[in-house]
């Protein structure tokens, strides 16, 4: 590399960098939903238009990228009994992701094997008739949860993480490491 390459090279990372600098209070990040989401709040939802087995439903996510929604807390539970609950949103039972353990008695989210932190039952709910049940939100009752057989066929409700919108001020810098 001559001399004067190098101090060009030198004076373009110096003004990008500049630049950088200066952009970086201004940005704000941006995100957004796979095609066929909605947000709702941090996550993004798809309310599917078939119907499905709980495990079926389960893979059917998993094709979106997806996973069967985890309502862990009240205020996402609620969120998405406020959502469906609107006049223009058909009143179908939706598969969401819990699946009760009746090895250990306890109702667990099916995508991560972990405990229920949060309920959205009305009253707490231990299936003894039946080893395969699974959650679903019931427009009956105002999309609390329900359960039922897993291999009842419902629509099903997905969730997946919001998308991060890259910075366009980002710079990506590539090294020739072959001089």
Not at 19 to 24: A, H, I, M, V
Not at 43 to 64: E, G, K, V
């Amino acid at each position: 590399m001559n001399g004067s390459s190098g101090y060009l090279l030198i004076l373009v990372l110096f003004v990008a960098s500049a630049g950088k600098c200066q952009s970086q209070d201004a940005y704000q990040p941006q995100y957004h939903c796979p095609p066929n989401f909605i947000r709702l709040g941090n996550s993004c939802y798809y309310f599917s238009t078939d119907m499905n087995s709980w495990h079926s439903a389960h893979f059917a996510c998993r094709a979106l990228n997806s996973q069967l929604a985890a309502l862990e807390t009240l205020w996402e539970d609620q969120t998405l009994r406020n959502y469906m609950n609107k006049p223009q949103f058909a009143p179908l039972n939706r598969w969401v992701g819990g699946i009760y353990n009746w090895s250990r008695r306890q109702w667990t989210w099916g995508s991560s094997a972990s405990d229920m932190s949060y309920s959205g039952f009305l009253t707490p709910q231990f299936p003894r008739s039946s080893r395969w049940h699974c959650l679903f939100l019931s427009p009956v009752i105002n999309y609390r949860w329900n359960h039922d057989l897993c291999t009842q066929f419902m629509h099903y409700l997905c969730e997946a993480p919001l998308i991060r919108i890259p910075d366009p001020n980002e710079i990506v810098v590539a090294v020739n490491t072959n001089l």
